[in-house]
Structure formats: C-alpha cells, structure tokens
C-alpha cells in the first residue's frame, strides 16, 4: 500500500514538473525565436545597450511582470574614470519603458565604499542611476558602446570620458 502511494506521488510529481518546464522551455523557445540578444531587450525598452557589459551568454524575461535575469559566464569587473563597476554572474531586477528596477548584482565602488546599483532610469538623453541614498546621471551617449569585462574601455587605448553629474536623493 505505501509503495503504491509512493509511486502515485512520484507520478504526480514528475507530471507537475515536466508541465513546468514545458512551459519555462516555450517561454525560453519564445525569446530565442525573436532571436533577441540582452542588449536587443534593453533598447526595446528605451536603454542604450552599453548598459551591459560585453559578454551576457542569455536571459529571462517575464513580459508580463518585466523580471528579468541576465548571465554572464562569470562575475566581470572594470573601471571607467573614477567608476568600478562589478556585476555579477547573473543580474535581475525589473525592467519597464525607461525603468529598470529592483536591480540585483550590479555594485559601483566609489572612493573606498561598494555600492548596490539599485535602479536606472531614462530620461531623454539622461540615464540615471541611484544607489538609494545618491544618484549619478550621464548622457545617454556614453554608454552607446559595450565596456569590456576586465578592461572597460582601455582594452584599446580607447577611454570613455563620463560626463555627468553626481547628485543627491
């Protein structure tokens, strides 16, 4: 009797999961078949696709909710000007027209202290960006072009002048 339920717990189980990821596998088979990139997803909704670093091997989006997850195969780190910037082998958060939210895995070292990159904003040709108790916000056009883990921008004696200003909450 307890080997019968035991196999009708099994048989229930696998029949949930295999659904589960039947669906997960056609939501994934959805953003393949767009043959949408990270970076493509991030101008759809309004960003420059330097945002990203060099390198996402894929991602998640829920269109629905806007949770997403982008991966990398490892953490990446870099510097531009006086900016260290480290994202990790997956960054999530929310994305929305001009908002992406809730961020996860990005952190910015300024002066001594690492700081969590908590939301990116558009507006017009300004992206800001707010480690909640600050933001900073450039010109769009600097982040036309990927940085490159490791490097930034220097891996070609190419440097990338921010232009921005840093203001309070």
Partial sequence: MVSIKLILILLISLTLSSSS??????????IQQNNLSAYDLLMEYGFPKGLLPKGAIGYTLNRETGQFSVFFEKTCGFTIESYTLSYKSTISGVISKNRLYKLKGISVKIVILWLSIVEVSRDGDDI?????????????????????????FDCDDYKLHLNGDVSSI
């Fill in 128 to 152: 800001g960006f707010s480690v909640g108790i600050t933001s900073a916000n450039f010109g769009a056009e600097n982040f036309l072009e990927c940085p490159q883990c490791g490097c930034g």
């Fill in 21 to 30: 990821s039947s669906s997960l596998s056609s939501s994934n088979a959805l």
